[in-house]
């Protein structure tokens, strides 16, 4: 049983559970975190935190339970007790834990999603290495830091620390990743509920500033630490190593050198080295490190150095060696190092920072300043120190900040490290420092020589000693060392006039220092082993003067050499001590002395004094003495303000008592030098508010409470600050005064401590007299502020600025009323017209008092706030001091907000109940014309939101009528130097205010708010709610706060819809009645509801899964809330409704654009309604539907709307039930408009839907031309908008534009054109054209299109504009200029058709089947015209890159319901031929080729395709006796070239072929062409005979497929017509088309043999002994009597055995349509080749093969290349047999000159060519070039004899007849239309034939490009030739398939576009024509032929070749059979 958990809530998944055989199962993953609902026997029943909508069980061993607590428990959002969702639904269960802890858990899971799809996308355009890079160690950092928190084995200072590193990381990463910000307060997330929104405004600035910072993210209640100026600084140092060996013992001192001021600035750190060296010497860790405190900011930007002096103790003379050991040790200078400290390194670095150097050495008598030898770089004067190894090496950290939190900050750095002091005070004087330093200096001596030759060695020892003579251990050489008694000098080698600069630390005691001195000893040292230190004068210097108590003031001292051989003479100090120790003292000294002074020896010392006890200053001690000398109290005091702070602090205590003292007498009453004190005590109280003694204030207040005992005194203060109040306007002198006003605060703490002492000594007596005091001070100073004066204005800002410190003291002993009485009167005794200065300083005073104890109290803030709220409003109104205003309001928000959060929202305190209602009263609607002022003022501005245009203009009217510009004043209130991003601030600032204004409010605020601007009329409300309606909107249109402040963005929505529900109430009680309606009002705020609900912040479902349930569990759906306000708004209008009709029909339609089903069903009725409404008031609703269809249109476009609301509106449920059951009482009429209106709209938004999924990228081009089409016709033909039509149609011109469709985009430009008429109506202005009569702009678009029908090579479609141009030009316009131009153009494309080269697109039938596609394709056919020069396999890429996602099928059966139903996406892609439309114009005479080849591939809707099939069993030994042909025929829906590159077929017919019906058009075709050739050769004799040879050969020696021979065998049987009765009529006929074909070729033998030159003779004697053979074949076969005639007649005249008949021309047109193709020259001779008429040859292309073939040897094997194409399966599997006997490939040569390439199959075994892997340089140029390849390299390209030298031979072999046995392999062959020849068939497929192959007869097409009236180039060797050999092409294959036995060639998707519909350009030869064209022959062989008449033909039976069934490379293809 399931029983409810009460202590199991919250668990963490510990193993992945996923178990789909247990019913019900949660599936959860490890770390995801449930809650737990119930239990029973070892499960949970719960839900993931990540989905709380899926509840399931899981077992309890795989959780792990946490802590937690429960908010809102039971709570449910739904009134009367029932509730509609389980109540865990809205319980939030939270674990507890720490909030950081949280935080990088939620992080982590955030980021790892995001991190995964950074990853996918690696290596692509769109991936970011080194992005994905950093979130990769982030998540590893946070991960780890987690770790270490969760492990809870970390101090608290590193607990903080870490939380620091993490929030900076977070932040780090959120802002990288574009995320949203974290406001944070000292590191921790904040709760906005628990908030003011100003506050949270505060703390989304800051955060945001700390985090592009990358500082520590404090958040505002850091904000003041922050921005302190960091004062002390320290430099921790260690020396690391020292490679110097010196053998003996060692002393290096470090101190820090200011190169600038060129002075020491620290204490000396010394580090002792023993003899060993370094390593062997230390003795404690940290002997070598020290640490170099307070350093300033000065210090740091100062150029600083470390010096490293090197002392040795050992012998006089160094030795290296070593080796003797001294008895007397001497310091000995050795070298100096100095390291420069950067100034990166000083404020930079983070962590330790090595650096090495070397030592320097120098004369001794340099030695003292070496460092500023090297410094200044003068190196004669030192030199290095020799040495190998690295030197000396130290480390050095900067450490900020006081030295105890650098200590905790840094505690393994800093454990047990010395102190190096700065020698003398830092910038900053802590109060509890105790210091008493006196530093000694032994700069120089200048001694005698005694009576020796050489200089002495002089040793100074010091001594320190007691007045008793005991010495004292306080001599320090240098830090790091105890103190010693006694300090001996470096010895300056024979040196009389020695330089130390050794400086010592002499730290006496306190106690002893007065009687203290110091000796210093002078000593000869002698080099002589155990000599003696002969001792030889001494000095002293008495530390303190007794008399006048000050010690040694600092600087330089001169001593006095007093002699002295024997130390034991000194024993008692006072023999000497009373002597004079300075040189100026001792000149004047006139008595005898005990010790004889040596007058010519000095020595010098320097001294500085760093102590907090003693003092140098005479003026101090007078001061602290002034009782010893009260005759001088008036002296003393005025020196007080000449003594140095410094001295002042450190005795604050004993100066403040002794000030006080004199100050009054003992009974109160003030004295003669009570003026004097006070003015000490202000100098004293200034001196705190210096930065170096800020620290002292702790010291001072200490002082008043603990120490300071004057009761008496206040009275006395209060009168001085009195006077000089009075005084202020009367005099000048306003110092003084300024002094005692900025002390104000220490100067009340002391009056209202004096008073608190006497009272409590006196019980409280005189009250009411200190009341009255402090009264007339306030009035006194209220008088004082009244002034207007300039020159007092100073001190009036001043007393403004420091009033507050008065105050907060002065509620301590009054009521907050009084004080706040007193502030009022000072703030309202100000004048209305203020200086600025004075009117800032104002609102600081008012801002301190806002901030003080004052606004605590109730009564207090209640009468403060009166006070306030008028001065802002004040300055408010006149746009000053807005930033400062803006910080008040802010405070008083954010304070106010804190007091009312302990209540209730709507049971506040009558105190905060009232201040409320002030300052809601005084500043809101003020405030809100500020914002809207701002709004104006700052440029930039966001974009409105899509869609609410009427709002947008609305309120551009509206801010111009309703604010005042106050541009100028703004800017001159912000200052000169504000700038745009302050005036955004400062917006955003006072948003935030009105903000926590409406926060502040309840219900009974809003109705006092409506009540209070009521009563002063309604125009006054009015005005308020425009004003308030308008800045909403902004505020939801325009992006006030940043992008990521998501929390500010959603607790200020939150406000503005509680705001917006309020203020329904006045706009439904005061301006709905019929009398009041305020249509503009009610507009306005139907747009605002509409721009918040459609804001994109609010759209939850772009949000991840968890912040979306983040939103949810706060606000809920405010989308849904505002859509049923938006509800509640319209049914209130009622009969008002039609006033929104149609301009709410846009906004509305927005709304239900949200994809939230709810809002969606709610929103729709309106539609309804709007329909009714217009339907009642007018009869129809014709607005409803334009409105609704254009802004749905603009909304879609915008990229609004999805799937969900197609389906919506598509089912149109509830609607429609709604739409039915509303108008089934009414009118019929309306109910079926409204139903086909909804329909209408329907189909509508499937269009734009569609069109909006493909409006971005490249490769969806063709699909947005698709839909814009889609949605053109719709406006077109459904709803009839002609302005929407023609919208489209520009939109669709622009798309074909880029991509270079100049002919569609011609044809697209003329729907625009048809629309006009050539009329004088005047059309509007648009951005596409100008005002203009209809006639100009149907002109202009006229000649646009014609200029895009020419650069589409479309001419003959703009010959009709031109020539309608005319007419108009001629006949109306009557303009003869244009009208010469428009017949020039017209001449210029008449032209250009004869000589112009044009490419033949090619055409593809393209199937999309499958769900998955889009809705336009779906499950449809389409025939695409392909792109110039595009092949299907590049036309396949395209396609295919277009639906990535699709699969292409590899056959091309029709796909069966499964794939048609299928989700995925399918693509079917096959070529197709284009079937010419008849042109009756041209029947009846004789019509230029180059004129019909354009019809025959444009204004095309029919296209075929042929497939073959078997039935029954295939025999293998012949094929054609069972092959049918299946032709499909497909009709599309316009005319390709169109407005589009494709069209959808609307019909499809299938038809079959029977084998004989097929073999009757193959030689049906062949005897065409035959007829052609000879037609062709019989004019013009001269052209090249090859292609005439080879079509002959082919025709007549088919021996290797057997030829006629097959169809004999096949057909001709008896039994074949027994069985088959019905082929009987085709049989017949293709028995008479055999014979009709001999009697073809005597004709053409008989010319044949007439023009042949003397080298074809030979072969074509072979051909009239083969043909006689095939006569006589053909007369048994068919028994008719023309193959009776004697094979003698060959060899006679043509004209004897010309038939009647036999003209060419007229059995051409009898019979069909002949196309004339260029011929490949037939090769002779070189010198025939070279200069002969035969050299001249056009760029039509001849094929190569490996063997000759008959007709139907035309099938090889393809390669292994992967099917690229759908591949028929039926050809499969019928050519499956044949595989192993084919070759691979057979090598082509392109029609277009290209090399000889491969012939491959591709994805459906279509075969196509590939190109070679290399093309010559002349090749690659007639490729991309138009001009043809010149006559000379045409013919040696033609004379290639291998296939291995097709590339560079040029040597030329005439063609030879074969001989027996010999395999021919030349043959060439003539492209022409629908080659296929005769149906020979040979015994064997696979035997190669002893001859020449049969050619079809239909290859004659005639080339267009030539020039010439024949339309065959010139013979004369010197013309070139003018057709580009990129325009021919070659015939496809023939239609016989392999057998089994062979390997087959794959039958194939036919291609579209061939020769005769492609515009003339190219020739297209079957496949069986590659097979056969000889490897020597190229595509420079052929030659045009002379053009004849093409007679469009009908037969019944359509006529295409099997060829069509390959998907042969388009410019191969073979053109289909003219039928209508």
Request: include cysteine; hydrophobic fraction near 35%.
């Amino acid at each position: 049983m399931w029983t409810p958990t009460k202590n199991q809530k919250f668990g963490v998944v510990t193993y992945n559970f996923h178990h789909d055989g247990i019913r019900q199962s949660l599936h959860l993953d490890i770390g995801e975190t449930v809650q737990i609902l119930e239990e029973s026997n070892g499960w949970y029943r719960g839900f993931s935190t990540r989905n709380r909508n899926v509840r399931g069980i899981f077992p309890s061993s795989y959780i792990h339970l946490r802590p937690f607590r429960i908010d809102n428990e039971g709570i449910s959002p739904h009134e009367g007790g029932r509730q509609s969702a389980p109540h865990w639904l809205y319980e939030t269960v939270t674990p507890v834990e720490d909030g950081v802890v949280q935080e990088v858990a939620s992080i982590l899971w955030e980021w790892g999603q995001i991190w995964k799809d950074l990853y996918v996308v690696l290596g692509t355009p769109q991936g970011n290495q080194e992005l994905w890079d950093a979130l990769r160690k982030a998540m590893m950092d946070l991960a780890d830091w987690r770790k270490q928190l969760v492990m809870g084995t970390l101090t608290s200072d590193q607990i903080a620390q870490l939380k620091l590193k993490i929030t900076r990381r977070i932040d780090w990463g959120n802002r990288k990743l574009g995320l949203d910000l974290v406001p944070r307060i000292e590191g921790e997330m904040v709760d906005p509920d628990r908030m003011s929104v100003v506050e949270l405004h505060q703390v989304h600035v800051q955060s945001a500033e700390t985090s592009k910072g990358h500082s520590s993210s404090t958040g505002t209640l850091g904000k003041k630490r922050e921005k302190r100026k960091i004062l002390s600084h320290h430099l921790f140092f260690c020396m690391r190593a020292f490679s110097y060996h010196l053998g003996e013992d060692t002393e290096i001192f470090f101190s820090l050198y200011d190169a600038k001021q060129s002075r020491f600035i620290s204490e000396r750190f010394l580090v002792k080295l023993s003899k060993e060296g370094f390593s062997n010497y230390i003795d404690c860790i940290n002997s070598n490190c020290t640490v170099f405190t307070d350093l300033g900011s000065a210090d740091l930007d100062s150029e600083l150095y470390i010096v490293t002096q090197v002392i040795r103790i050992g012998r006089m003379m160094f030795s290296e060696s070593g080796k003797k050991t001294s008895v007397q040790n001497f310091r000995r200078p050795y070298g100096v190092a100095l390291f420069k400290l950067t100034s990166s390194l000083l404020k930079g670095s983070d962590g330790e920072v090595e650096l090495s150097g070397k030592l320097f050495s120098s004369d001794e008598k340099d030695f003292w300043q070496l460092h500023e030898l090297i410094l200044k770089k003068q190196s004669n004067k030192y030199s290095i120190l020799s040495n190998t190894s690295y030197g000396l090496v130290v480390s050095v950290k900067v450490l900020h900040g006081e030295l105890e939190q650098a200590t905790k900050e840094n505690p393994l750095l800093l454990k047990n490290v010395c102190i190096t002091k700065k020698l003398g005070f830092s910038d900053v004087i802590m109060p509890g420092d105790v210091r008493n330093d006196l530093y000694i200096t032994l700069s120089h001596g200048e001694f005698e020589r005694g009576g020796k030759s050489t200089g002495k060695n002089i040793e100074v020892s010091v001594h320190a000693l007691d007045y008793e003579g005991q010495p004292i251990e306080c001599i320090y050489s240098g830090t790091g060392h105890d103190g010693t008694t006694e300090f001996s000098s470096m010895v300056m080698y024979h040196n009389n006039s020695p330089r130390w600069s050794e400086r010592l630390k002499i730290a006496i005691p306190i106690d002893k220092f007065s009687g203290a001195h110091l000796r210093l000893e002078f000593r000869h040292c002698s080099t002589r082993e155990k000599g003696e230190k002969k001792m030889f004068g001494f000095s002293f210097v008495r530390l303190m003067d007794d008399e006048a108590g000050t010690t040694l003031r600092d600087g330089a001292h001169e001593l006095c050499v007093y002699k002295c051989d024997d130390r034991s003479k000194l024993s008692n100090p006072e023999e000497y001590i009373t002597m004079p120790f300075i040189t100026r003292e001792a000149v004047e000294c006139i008595y005898s002395l005990p010790f004889q002074r040596s007058t010519k020896e000095v020595m010098v010392i320097n001294t500085l004094l760093c102590s907090t006890k003693l003092t140098q200053n005479v003026d101090l001690l007078s001061l602290l003495r002034w009782r010893s000398a009260p005759d001088g109290i008036g002296e003393t005091l005025s020196r007080v303000s000449r003594v140095d702070g410094a001295e002042t602090v450190k005795f604050l205590q004993d100066v403040l008592d002794a000030l006080f003292a004199m100050f009054s007498t003992e009974d109160g009453n003030s004295t003669q030098h009570s003026g004097h004190v006070f003015q000490a005590l202000v100098s004293i109280f200034s001196l705190l508010e210096d930065s170096k003694f800020e620290h002292f204030k702790p010291v001072m207040d200490a002082y008043i409470t603990g120490h300071f005992a004057a009761a008496l005194v206040y009275k006395g203060l209060i009168s001085c600050v009195r006077h000089l109040s009075d005084l202020c306007p009367q005099t000048d002198k306003q110092d003084p005064i300024l002094r005692c006003f900025r002390s104000l605060e220490y100067i009340f703490k002391f009056i209202i401590q004096s008073r608190l002492l006497f009272a409590r000594a006196t019980g409280g007596q005189n009250e009411d007299s200190f009341r009255i005091d402090v009264e007339c001070l306030f009035k006194s100073c209220a008088t004082m502020l009244s002034v207007q004066a300039s020159n007092i204005l100073q001190t009036q800002v001043t007393l403004l600025e420091n009033i507050h410190g008065a105050s907060d003291q002065l509620a301590r002993v009054m009521t907050a009323e009084e004080v706040v009485a007193h502030v009022s009167s000072l703030l309202n005794a100000l004048p209305q017209d203020l200086p600025r200065e004075l009117g800032k300083a104002k609102l600081k005073a008012i801002k301190n008092a806002i901030n003080s104890t004052l606004f605590e109290d109730d009564e207090g803030r209640g009468l403060l706030l009166e006070t306030v709220c008028s001065c802002l409003r004040l300055h408010l109104d006149s746009r000053l001091e807005l930033s400062l205003c803006a910080e008040i309001l802010s405070d008083i928000l954010i304070l106010t907000h804190k007091h009312t959060f302990r209540f209730p929202h709507n049971k506040l305190p009558p105190s905060l109940h009232m201040g409320v209602e002030t300052v809601m009263l005084s500043l809101a609607d003020v405030v809100i014309q500020v914002i809207l002022s701002l709004d104006t003022s700052a440029p930039n501005a966001d974009s409105l939101v899509p869609g609410l245009t009427n709002l947008t203009q609305f309120l551009s009217a509206m801010k111009s009528k309703f604010v005042p510009t106050h541009a100028a004043m703004l800017l001159g209130s912000l200052g000169p130097s504000s700038s745009n991003v302050e005036i955004l601030t400062l917006s955003g600032t006072f948003v935030a205010c009105l903000m926590g204004v409406f926060q502040l409010m309840n219900e009974k605020h809003y109705a006092r708010l409506w009540e209070f601007h009521s009563n002063h009329g309604t125009h006054n409300l009015r005005h308020l709610l425009h004003s308030v309606i308008i800045l909403l909107a902004d505020l939801v249109k325009t992006a006030v706060f940043p992008p990521d402040w998501f929390v500010m963005r959603m607790v200020t929505n939150h406000t503005i819809l509680t705001a917006m529900q309020e203020i329904a109430q006045p706009l439904i009680l005061s301006f709905l009645k019929q009398g009041n309606f305020d249509n503009q009002l009610w507009s306005t705020y139907l747009n605002l509801a509409v721009g918040f609900l459609t804001q994109p912040c609010l759209q939850l479902e772009q949000f991840s899964q968890q912040k979306r349930h983040k939103v949810l569990e706060r606000y809920n759906d405010m989308r849904v809330l505002m859509g049923f306000q938006i509800l509640s708004m319209w049914h209130n209008l009622d009969e008002h409704r039609l006033h929104f009709i149609p301009g709410m029909v846009g906004p509305f339609l927005e709304v239900t654009l949200v994809p939230e089903p709810e809002l969606r069903k709610a929103t729709l009725p309106i539609f309804f309604d709007m329909m009714q409404a217009e339907q009642q008031a007018k009869g129809n609703f014709k607005q409803v539907e334009t409105e609704l269809i254009d802004k749905l249109d603009i909304l879609i476009s915008e990229n609004k709307g999805d799937d969900e609301y197609r389906q919506l509106f598509n089912t149109m449920e509830h609607l429609s039930a709604v739409l039915l059951e509303r108008v089934r009482s009414d009118d019929p009429v309306w109910r079926d408009s409204g139903t086909a209106f909804i329909n209408s709209v329907t189909r509508l938004l499937e269009r734009l839907l569609d069109y909006r999924n493909v409006m971005q990228g490249d490769e969806n081009c063709d699909k947005r031309m698709s839909c814009t089409v889609n949605l053109l016709n719709f406006y077109k033909n459904e709803i009839n908008r002609q302005e929407m039509y023609v919208r489209y149609i520009y939109k669709l011109h622009d798309l074909h534009l880029p991509v270079g469709n100049y002919t569609e985009a011609a044809f697209t430009l003329q729907l625009h054109a048809a629309q006009l008429s050539w009329s004088n109506r005047m059309l509007h202005a648009d951005h596409l054209y100008p005002a203009q009569t209809e006639t100009q702009r149907k002109e202009q678009i006229y000649r646009q299109i014609v200029n895009y029908f020419d650069k589409g090579k479309c001419w003959e479609e703009g010959i009709p504009l031109l020539e309608e141009l005319a007419v108009q030009y001629k006949l109306h316009i009557f303009d003869y200029k244009k009208l010469s131009e428009v017949l020039k153009q017209q001449a210029e494309f008449y032209e250009k058709i004869l000589k112009g080269g044009r490419y033949d697109n090619e055409y593809f039938r393209v199937g999309f089947y499958g769900f998955g596609l889009p809705l336009f394709v779906r499950n449809k056919v389409f025939i695409y015209r392909g792109l110039e020069y595009e092949q299907i396999t590049a036309f396949t890429q395209r396609i295919t890159n277009e639906f990535p996602q699709a699969k292409l099928l590899s056959h091309n059966t029709p796909p069966d319901d499964a794939i048609r139903s299928s989700d995925s996406q399918y693509i079917q892609i096959c070529a197709v031929k284009p079937v010419a439309a008849p042109k009756p114009e041209f029947d009846g005479g004789e019509v230029d080729e180059r004129i019909l080849k354009y019809y025959m591939v444009n204004h095309i809707k029919h296209f075929t395709y042929d497939r073959p099939t078997y039935r029954g069993q295939p025999d293998k030994e012949n094929e054609v006796k069972n092959l049918w042909i299946e032709r499909i025929t497909y009709v599309t829906e316009s005319e390709l070239p169109g407005i589009l590159k494709w069209f959808e077929v609307v019909e499809q017919r299938v038809e079959q072929l029977s084998p004989p019906q097929y073999a009757c058009e193959t030689v049906h075709k062949n005897n065409s062409h035959i007829r052609q050739m000879i037609n062709h050769y019989r004019v013009n004799q001269q052209d090249n005979i090859q292609p005439f040879t080879m079509r002959l050969q082919g025709t007549i020696d088919a021996a290797v497929n057997g030829g006629i021979a097959k169809y004999q065998e096949a057909f001709f049987g008896s039994e074949y017509l027994l069985i088959n009765p019905e082929f009987t009529e085709h049989v017949t006929k293709l028995k008479g088309l055999i014979s009709e074909q001999t009697m073809i070729l005597e004709v053409a033998l008989e010319l044949h043999g007439k023009i042949a030159p003397a080298a074809n003779q030979p072969l074509h004697k072979r051909l009239i002994e083969v043909f006689e053979g095939l006569r006589t074949k053909v007369r048994k076969m068919c028994s008719t009597p023309q193959s009776q005639r004697s094979s003698s007649s060959l060899q006679s005249t043509p004209h004897t055995h010309r038939r009647a008949d036999s003209d060419p021309a007229q059995e051409f047109r009898r019979i069909g349509s002949i196309i004339n193709s260029p011929l490949p020259p037939l090769p002779s001779d070189k010198k025939e080749m070279s200069g002969g008429p035969s050299s001249s040859t056009s760029g039509n292309s001849s094929l190569r093969s490996s063997q000759a073939s008959s007709l139907y040897g035309h099938f090889q094997a393809a390669s292994h290349d992967d099917d690229l194409y759908a591949k028929p399966q039926e050809w499969e599997e019928s050519l499956s047999a044949f595989r192993d006997t084919r070759p691979r490939s057979a090598l082509i040569t392109d029609s277009r000159g290209s090399s000889p390439k491969s012939l491959t199959r591709s994805l459906n075994n279509d075969y196509i060519i590939v190109p070679p892997a290399r093309l010559s340089d002349e090749r690659q140029r007639w490729r991309h070039s138009s001009r043809p390849p010149s006559p000379r390299r045409v013919t040696q390209d033609s004379l290639n004899t291998s296939w291995s030298d097709s590339h560079g031979s040029h040597e030329s072999l005439p063609p030879l007849p074969p001989r027996g046995g010999e395999k021919t392999s030349r043959s060439v062959s003539l492209g022409g239309e629908d080659d296929q020849p005769p149906p020979v068939l040979p015994k064997r497929m696979g035997k190669k034939c002893t001859s020449p192959a049969m050619f079809g007869s239909d290859l004659l097409l005639s080339e267009s490009d030539s020039g010439v009236s024949n339309g065959f180039l010139p013979t004369t060797p010197d013309t070139p030739p003018l057709v580009s050999p990129r325009n021919h092409r070659t015939p496809p294959p023939p239609p016989i398939p392999p057998k089994t036995s062979s390997t087959p060639l794959t039958p194939v998707t036919p291609t579209s576009g061939a020769g005769e519909e492609s515009g003339g350009d190219r020739t297209l030869l079957s496949t069986q024509d590659y097979l056969q064209v000889s490897p020597h022959s190229s595509l420079d062989d052929l030659t045009p032929t002379t053009p004849t008449n093409h007679i469009v033909y009908e037969v019944d039976t359509t006529r295409h070749s099997l060829a069509d069934n390959y998907s042969v490379p388009p410019r191969l293809q073979p053109p289909p059979s003219t039928h209508p």
